[in-house]
């Protein structure tokens, strides 16, 4: 059975780091899109950041140049690497993996940027 799972949100103050790691099985891990979406308070889930299966990446504006998502094949894992994070960027961070047959959620791990 295919599992998503999202790990490494939590806690940090305005300016601080924090990376995200989505690991899956069930799937080859390889043959999929990748993408990072968030959803705040009230709010609709957008997408964050994207990565093909050839590796080439996309980002949403509002963090270009401070978020850097990747993929360990080998590891069956997708990151998202997160730095001069803003209370804006507070949401349930979740993982998305899709393919051209099929696609999985995980269930998402909160991140509070706040002093």
């Known amino acids: 059975q295919a599992q998503v799972v999202e790990s490494g949100g939590g806690l940090v103050q305005p300016g601080g780091s924090l990376r995200l790691s989505c690991t899956t099985s069930?799937?080859?891990?390889?043959?999929?899109?990748m993408a990072w979406y968030r959803q705040a308070p009230e709010q609709q889930r957008d997408l964050v950041a994207s990565i093909t299966t050839g590796g080439t990446t996309t980002y949403t504006d509002s963090v270009k140049g401070r978020f850097t998502i990747s993929r360990d094949n080998a590891k069956n894992t997708v990151y998202l690497q997160m730095s001069s994070l803003k209370p804006e960027d507070t949401a349930v961070y979740y993982c998305?993996?899709?393919?051209?047959?099929?696609?999985?959620w995980g269930q998402g791990t909160q991140v509070t940027v706040s002093s």
């Open positions: 069930g799937i080859t891990f390889s043959r999929y899109d």
């Open positions: 998305y993996a899709r393919s051209s047959l099929f696609s999985k």
